[in-house]
């Protein structure tokens, strides 16, 4: 496919409470530098030639420009986020020109995005309408019930990741529906609708920077690529 009709949005308006820092995650200094160019770069070297939407909160739109002077790093175009993350992507699909044939969808928190992994994303969306990536669960797991808590078979379920691919024109239809308080990813909004995604082997180094430790993990996970 020719990657000038990908378009990759990017959403990085989260508040980042569980992070405990001054700063939202996606701005705390990885190997020197903000964690979001990395995510950025690491996309721009996957899907070189295609575009990238970068959602930011509002009151950071001037503190990310600054951050791009001094690093001298040229951003993305840039649209404003929400309150929830679907409405951040769901504002900047609302700025996807009508000749996109695939949208992905990535965490500006998951800085280790690897190209191998996006390049089987993007095939699989040859025989589905969305493709997303997985890895095991190593942890056990519990179910919560009323009663307490009952163990799980932990091989039954599989851990959820992006960048996550559609084609452009089911993910605009799903996101035209109203906000539902189960949608925690786009594969979700893409279920309401009916569609099912196709489950592309993920990788355990593409974290979701959480607490002030992945950093340093993030730091090692990028000494190996
Ligand atoms: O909070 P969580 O880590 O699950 O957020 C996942 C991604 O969604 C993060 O990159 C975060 O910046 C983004 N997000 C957003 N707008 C919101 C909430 C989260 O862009 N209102």
Redesign the pocket.
Known sequence: MNTQHIYNII????S?SRFGASL?K?YCLLNSRPVLMHTIENMRKALPDSHIVL?LNKDFIDYWAELCEEYSFVSPSIVE?????W??VKNAIDKIPADAQVITVH???RPIVNADMVARLIDALDSAPGAIPVVSVTDSLRQINESGSTPVDRSLYKAVQTPQAFHADKLVEAYSLPFDATFTDDASVLAALGYDVTLVEGDTNNI?I?NPLDIEIAQLYLRQQ
């Open positions: 959403v990085a308006a989260g980042g939202p996606q959602v986020g929400g309150d929830t993350r409405q951040s965490d500006g928190a979701k959480t």
